[in-house]
C-alpha cells in the first residue's frame, strides 16, 4: 500500500522560506509522477507542482501562482519529494498534501503538513 | 484554464435515500484519445482527500458500490444510492484532461438532514 508522509509545516514570516518534505514507501518511487496539492484554511484544493517520473525524465510543472518562487525536487536515495518554497505570501497558508498521481489523477494522498505565513 | 463547477454546494439528504452531486466543465474533457478524465474525492472532517472514482466511472478498490460516476463531454454526476451517516463530507471533482493543469471544482457539502 502506497504511504506518503509529509513534514516540515511551519509558521513562517511573510517573505521567508520553507521546505517541505515527502517520504514515500510502499511503491516504486521511480514509476510515478508525484505532486503537491495545497488547501487553504476552509476552501477547496490546488494543485501546486509536480515532478514526472523516470519514464518522463522527471519533468517538471508548477502552477502560476508559485511559478519561480516553488521549486520540487527527489531525493531517490531517501524516496522522497520536496518543495522548496521561497518569496511566500499569505495567499501560500494551507495544508499541503503530497500525492501520487495515476490514471490522470490523485490516487494516493498523505495526511498533509500546515504551512502558515503570517508576521 | 478549465473551469470546472460543482452543484449543489451543499447537499442536505436523509439517510437512506439517493444523493447526486453535478459537476461541469467550461470544456469537454475528452482527450486526443478518446479518454476522458474526470475523478471524485471524498473529504471527511478533519481527512485528507480519498478519491473514489477515476476515469468518470472507475471505482478505486474499496470504495463501495452505492457510489457511482457517470457522464460525458461536459457534465458529469456522482451518484451515492442510499446515504449512510460515513458518508457525511465534502466531494470534489477533478479534471485531469488539460495536463498538467488539473483543476478542482469548489466542492459539495453533504450533510445529514
Known amino acids: 500500500e502506497a504511504q506518503l508522509v509529509e513534514t516540515g509545516g511551519d509558521l513562517v514570516q511573510p517573505g521567508g522560506s520553507l521546505r517541505l518534505s515527502c517520504a514515500t514507501s510502499g511503491f516504486s518511487f521511480t514509476s510515478f509522477y508525484l505532486a503537491w496539492v495545497r488547501q487553504a484554511p476552509g476552501k477547496g484544493l490546488e494543485w501546486v507542482a509536480r515532478?514526472?517520473?523516470?519514464?518522463?525524465?522527471?519533468?517538471?510543472d508548477y502552477a502560476a501562482s508559485v511559478k519561480g518562487r516553488f521549486t520540487i525536487s527527489r531525493d531517490h536515495s531517501k524516496k522522497s519529494v520536496h518543495l522548496q518554497m521561497n518569496s511566500l505570501r499569505a495567499e501560500d497558508t494551507a495544508v499541503y498534501y503530497c500525492?501520487?498521481?495515476?490514471?490522470?489523477?490523485?490516487?494516493?494522498w498523505g495526511r498533509g503538513t500546515l504551512v502558515t505565513v503570517s508576521s | 484554464d478549465v473551469v470546472v463547477t460543482q452543484s449543489p454546494l451543499i447537499l442536505p439528504v436523509t439517510l437512506g435515500q439517493p444523493a447526486s452531486i453535478s459537476c461541469r466543465s467550461s470544456q469537454s474533457l475528452v482527450d486526443r484519445n478518446g479518454n476522458t478524465y474526470l475523478s471524485w474525492f471524498q473529504q471527511r472532517p478533519g481527512q485528507s482527500p480519498r478519491r473514489l472514482i477515476f476515469?468518470?466511472?472507475n471505482r478505486d478498490s474499496g470504495v463501495p458500490d452505492r457510489f457511482s460516476g457517470s457522464g460525458s463531454g461536459t457534465d458529469f454526476t456522482l451518484e451515492i444510492s442510499r446515504v449512510e451517516a460515513e458518508d457525511v463530507a465534502v466531494y470534489y471533482c477533478m479534471q485531469g484532461s488539460q495536463w498538467p493543469m488539473y483543476t478542482f471544482g469548489q466542492g459539495t457539502k453533504l450533510e445529514i438532514k
Open positions: 476515469q468518470v466511472s
Open positions: 515532478s514526472a517520473n523516470e519514464n518522463d525524465r522527471y519533468v517538471t
Open positions: 500525492v501520487r498521481e495515476s490514471w490522470w489523477s490523485y490516487e494516493a
